[in-house]
């Protein structure tokens, strides 16, 4: 499985960004894909996934109602539209996924290269 991740750059707030994500070899339909964050000196928390099979989501509680994670039909690709950006959604963003949706939130079994979002007061 070989994920990529793309679109990250420098925002100000109450701006908006789309990350995302390529995917490859991924045919699990049981599992999920979807969006980690680490801002330095804090730990890294999964933020929103997508299931696979029938496209259900999960939103952490900070960015429920300003971010929105979509893929597109084949699941090949997988969105992250982060709205009304706040200095505090500044950090790395990694695309995750595993095999099992519910293993997903405790440790995916597969990591793309992260991408800088860093967004101005």
């Known amino acids: 499985v070989q994920l990529q991740a793309f679109g990250g750059g420098l925002v100000q707030a109450g701006g908006s960004l789309r990350l995302s994500c390529t995917v490859a070899g991924f045919t699990y339909d049981d599992g999920a894909i979807g969006w980690f964050r680490q801002a330095p000196g804090k730990e890294r928390e999964g933020i929103s996934c997508?299931?696979?099979?029938?496209?259900?989501?999960y939103y952490v509680d900070s960015v429920k109602g300003r971010f929105t994670i979509s893929s597109d039909g084949a699941g090949n690709t997988v969105y992250l539209q982060m709205n009304n950006l706040e200095p505090g959604d500044s950090a790395v963003y990694y695309c995750?996924?595993?095999?099992?949706?519910?293993?997903?939130?405790?440790?995916?079994?597969?990591w793309g290269k992260g991408t800088l979002v860093t967004v101005s007061s």
């Open positions: 995750a996924a595993d095999r099992l949706d519910s293993r997903w939130i405790i440790s995916p079994s597969f």
């Open positions: 997508i299931r696979k099979r029938d496209g259900a989501t």
